[in-house]
């Protein structure tokens, strides 16, 4: 069995894969690189497609004995306009044209909009969003059956481009018939992550949570992807609601003004980590390494910054699934986190947001830790979870050393290799005090987290086994003799 040593950072990588990625021994050299976890974009590909790349990841997963998460990126609703005789069109800028019901192809003046739900909810000012943004048209008449709008940026426009809505909350559901049957298909598969696109309210969350059925017992986590202007506006809903969020900045960066992302970023990571929840932020990191080898200096600061903000993980996109350099991407950004960590100010930045505990004994125990690594030399903080609850609670505070995640429960050590700091180890349930130690200081040695004569944080609850019990915390100090046992 190959070795892996635990990573040196606490920030996580998750990697999209794709035709540039999902041969095995690709996937194991990103691995090797650094990834953490592995997105598997239900938007392109067919199931088997998909049955084949999870079988390799888990059986990577054996083959290194480390747990690797699996997020499966639910496509969403995709509102998109028809076609055009000649297969496109040019807008004039400052012109007019009409978004209407006929099916006919389009031309310079009109096109088919196939989403009768927008015609009854658009308004004079309001705004639509062609391409990603790059064609910019004014409502300036609603009706029935047409929408007659000025181009404020017109262009070229071709058969079924995107369309963004900004201004207004579409009433339809956050899942397609196709999402619900990947949905299901993921929780089959024994997805640990789904990630849930185009969220606009929290009810979106709470309907893909009625859809999901366990896997070994268990529900995968739901991630909601925070990209549309009407989900920041009850982003703290949607947090509440959610195992996690992903800042997806790719169709926010369409819906609102350029400018406005970077402190939204900041604000989204903020409260999600006062939640006690991972936080990914994604779209575009470094996206010049899709045909470079090397990054801009912009996108190398684009990934500290997310570091810098708190993120527990960030994310490739197209760089892995789709790019000429896989590896290189992935080696490039661990080096990035890995750097940004290592300094000073990264401790302080970390300091910046007042993570408050909740008035309960876990939460209490879980700030406790944090407090005790930066008053006392410790190596690492050594947590048992049933339901990787506790771990949350610890990760919130961003502790200065790592956290060995000591569970029975093999999915939820996968789930928490998205979350900061967090390195899992599978082990059998302990029942007793001194079990516990015991069992805590060898897989501290055995796992490279500290050396005979380090001290050792553990955190656990009493009785055993039972979630959300955490109330015992101790600190103890390493020797060899630990190794001998199992």
């Known amino acids: 069995m190959p070795k892996l040593d635990p990573r040196n950072r606490k920030v996580k990588i998750l990697a999209t894969i794709g035709p540039a990625s999902r041969d095995p021994e690709m996937l194991r050299r990103l691995f090797r690189a650094g990834v953490d976890a592995f997105r598997v974009n239900m938007s392109h590909g067919d199931q088997a497609i998909h049955a084949e790349t999870i079988k390799a990841i888990r059986d990577m997963e054996a083959e290194f004995d480390r747990p690797i998460a699996i997020l499966a990126d639910l496509q969403g609703p995709k509102l998109r306009v028809g076609t055009f005789k000649d297969g496109k069109a040019v807008i004039r800028h400052s012109g007019h044209f009409t978004l209407d019901t006929n099916p006919e192809p389009g031309d310079e003046t009109r096109v088919q909009l196939p989403h009768p739900e927008l015609f009854g909810i658009l308004e004079k000012g309001q705004r639509l969003l062609i391409n990603d943004g ?15 709008c000025s181009a404020e ?39 640990d992550w789904i990630a849930l696109s185009f969220v606009q309210r929290p009810e979106d969350v709470a309907e893909a949570r009625k859809l999901m059925s366990p896997t070994d017992g268990m529900m995968p986590a739901l991630c909601a992807k925070i990209e549309k202007p009407s989900a920041v506006r009850r982003l703290e809903e949607i947090v509440e609601l959610s195992d996690g969020i992903m800042v997806a900045r790719g169709d926010l960066g369409v819906e609102l003004d350029p400018e406005d992302v970077p402190p939204l970023q900041k604000r989204i990571v903020d409260m999600t980590r006062q939640a006690g929840k991972p ?9 010049s390494m899709i045909e470079s080898p090397a990054p801009t200096r912009a996108e190398v600061s684009d990934v500290a910054n997310a570091v810098y903000d708190g993120a527990d993980a960030v994310m490739l996109s197209a760089e892995t699934a789709a790019g000429d350099w896989p590896e290189e991407t992935v080696a490039i950004m661990d080096r990035i986190v890995t750097k940004v960590e290592r300094d000073d100010g990264y401790r302080a ?8 505990a909740d008035p309960t004994t876990a939460d209490a125990l879980g700030h406790a830790c944090s407090t005790i690594a930066e008053t006392v030399s410790v190596a690492a903080i050594a947590v048992f979870t049933f339901s990787g609850s506790t771990a949350r609670r610890v990760a919130r505070e961003r502790p200065k050393v790592p956290m060995l995640v000591l569970t029975p429960q093999k999915r939820v050590a996968r789930r928490v290799a998205l979350l900061w700091g967090a390195h899992a180890v599978v082990t059998r349930d302990i029942e007793t005090f001194e079990e516990m130690i ?16 380090s001290k050792l944080i553990v955190l656990a609850g009493v009785p055993f086994g039972t979630p959300g019990s955490t109330n015992l915390l101790h600190v103890v100090s390493l020797s060899g003799d630990e190794l001998k046992g199992r």
């Open 134 to 148: 790059k064609i910019k048209l004014k409502v300036i008449k609603a009706e029935k059956d047409a929408i007659l």
């Open 153 to 191: 940026v017109g262009g070229v426009i071709s058969d079924r481009k995107g369309v963004n809505v900004p201004d207004a909350e579409i009433p339809i559901p956050a899942l397609t018939d196709k999402d619900r049957k990947d949905l299901a298909f993921a929780c089959e598969q024994g997805a």
């Open 279 to 287: 936080v990914i932020v994604a779209t575009q990191m470094l996206e």
């Open 349 to 356: 930045r970390m300091r910046f947001l007042e993570t408050k």
């Open 438 to 453: 015991g069992k805590g200081k060898r897989m501290a040695l055995r796992h490279g987290f500290g050396r005979a004569g």
